[in-house]
């Protein structure tokens, strides 16, 4: 035990050491994070050959530092004009970009920033401290349990359906439908493709993400002056509104806490990702909160969940590329390509023979955060300026922008003009009353349901009842069971509570 305390203390110091690529690269994933289609994968794709140039220690703190700044920089632009970087920030504006709207664009980002420092700071903690048990999750995580996860999610659009259940649920249904399109998961068939082969893929994500919340929200703010409401008073950013929005997030402590586990745990999982997680953990907060009527509204605890969330993801993907070499996501694969031309072997033997490289990565991890707060908090003030731009300005910016974060993933021209019709089919939803969020969530996860769901039944030979036969399955059940029914008791509870007084 003193080994490896020693062992860890040598490896901080000698990561602090490496400041000088740590802090450039937290500005850089900032960038990358705020831009829509860009993220830290494809940014690492594009340096790969700087980065097999560099030394193993220097090339992995710079991948694990853009990592979580890409994380952390997606929440930016969701906060502030709407639009989600990436899909792990997707859940992000349902809270974030409210309270800008009313003028908290600066505690708002604090908030964010104090969340997902914290989340992502814990996190790594406790990753590097229950590595053995973390590992485990993925073998244990099945179709069956995977499908419970998903449905978890799913519930939100019940939740966003709960203002208008018809409109919620119809929102939330197309969203699934448009999920669908694609080739059939078992038989390769092409379903609602109209004759596009860019659509035989399924519907890409990024376009749908920045057409849903972003060109739909330029066309309906290109109506106003600014981004901010006109009831909203108008002031000066100042350094107070940092520290409420600071204040506002650790007297939430706990909040971050255990929206961020869940982040972890889901992160293990892999294929999971942060999009799942951010869902997940807004679902779970609203659920059992004392006031699920404030959510999507500005309510902090609605920003805390998804950011906390999405960035305990980080250090969860980590635990199965160390410890089974089985990535969990892109940013780890490619990782996993710079640690192999390194020669670097994985499974329990890594942190045998190189134990430095495996707590590295957590510690630089660790120091990437603990760096971020004094770096990235200060920048919130200047950040919420965005939402005094008049929107003369900043709509065709705002759609410049996405189209061209449409166009990156893919390099097809067909997503620009997908972006464009989920673009008018998001402002249509927006001015009929439907939500887009449960739109999204029915483009990302309905997918994700189906191929599991049907992978299910192919290992049963078609028996639903496949869906009962795993002890941890059930488990899950009954907590996704409990998180639908304890809010509808305790609103009961609310409502007896109001009728005493009154009566």
């Not at 990561?15 to 990358?32: A, C, D, E």
Request: charge should be neutral; hydrophobic fraction near 55%.
């Amino acid at each position: 035990m003193g080994d490896t305390a020693y062992l860890l203390f040598d490896v901080f110091l000698d990561t602090i050491s490496f400041w000088w690529v740590i802090i450039p690269t937290i500005f850089l994933g900032l960038i990358v994070g705020g831009i829509p289609g860009f993220s830290a994968a494809n940014t690492i794709i594009i340096l790969m050959p700087l980065t097999l140039a560099m030394g193993l220690d220097t090339g992995l703190i710079f991948m694990v530092t853009l990592y979580c700044a890409a994380r952390m920089g997606a929440g930016i632009p969701a906060i502030l004009v709407n639009i989600p970087g990436t899909a792990g920030a997707a859940a992000t504006p349902l809270d974030g970009y409210p309270m800008a709207r009313q003028g908290k664009g600066q505690q708002a980002l604090a908030i964010s920033f104090v969340s997902s420092c914290i989340g992502g700071l814990l996190t790594t903690i406790m990753a590097l401290a229950l590595m053995p048990v973390l590992a485990r999750v993925g073998f244990y995580m099945h179709s069956v349990e995977m499908i419970v996860v998903m449905l978890f999610g799913i519930s939100l659009i019940a939740s966003i359906a709960a203002q208008d259940m018809v409109k919620g649920l119809i929102a939330g249904f197309l969203g699934l439908m448009i999920g669908s399109i694609g080739t059939d998961v078992v038989y390769a068939t092409p379903r609602a493709t109209f004759g596009f082969l860019e659509l035989y893929d399924g519907v890409p994500l990024i376009p749908a993400l920045v057409g849903l919340f972003a060109v739909s929200e330029a066309f309906v703010i290109i109506e106003k002056t600014v981004i901010v409401n006109e009831s909203a008073e108008p002031k000066k950013p100042s350094w107070h509104d940092t520290f409420e929005g600071v204040n506002i997030a650790l007297s939430r402590w706990w909040h971050i806490v255990w929206t961020s586990i869940i982040g972890l745990v889901i992160g293990v999982i892999p294929g999971a990702g942060a999009s799942i997680a951010s869902f997940v953990a807004y679902q779970q907060s609203r659920a059992f909160s004392d006031t699920p009527e404030k959510y999507g509204t500005g309510h902090p605890e609605g920003l805390i969940a998804p950011e906390s969330a999405n960035n305990g993801v980080t250090s969860g993907t980590l635990v199965p590329l160390l410890v089974l070499g089985i990535p969990g996501g892109a940013t780890a694969a490619i990782m996993l390509v710079v640690m192999q031309y390194h020669g670097v072997s994985f499974g329990p033997s890594l942190f045998e023979h190189s134990p430095r490289v495996g707590y590295g990565m957590f510690m630089a991890m660790a120091v990437s955060y603990l760096l971020m707060i004094f770096t990235i908090l200060p920048l919130s003030r200047y950040m919420s300026h965005v939402t005094t731009v008049p929107t003369i300005y900043l709509a065709p910016m705002i759609i410049a922008f996405t189209l061209v974060g449409a166009f990156v993933p893919r390099e097809y021209m067909f997503d620009m003009y997908l972006a464009l019709a989920f673009g008018v089919l998001g402002y249509i939803a927006r001015r009929t009353g439907y939500h887009v969020a449960a739109i999204l969530i029915g483009v990302i996860l309905g997918p994700l349901l189906e191929t599991y769901f049907l992978r299910s039944l192919k290992k049963s030979d078609g028996d639903i009842m496949v869906l009962f036969s795993s002890t941890l399955g059930n488990i899950l059940w009954v907590a996704l069971i409990v998180s639908l029914v304890l809010p509808i008791w305790f609103d009961m509870r609310r409502k007896r509570r109001r009728e005493v007084p009154a009566e």
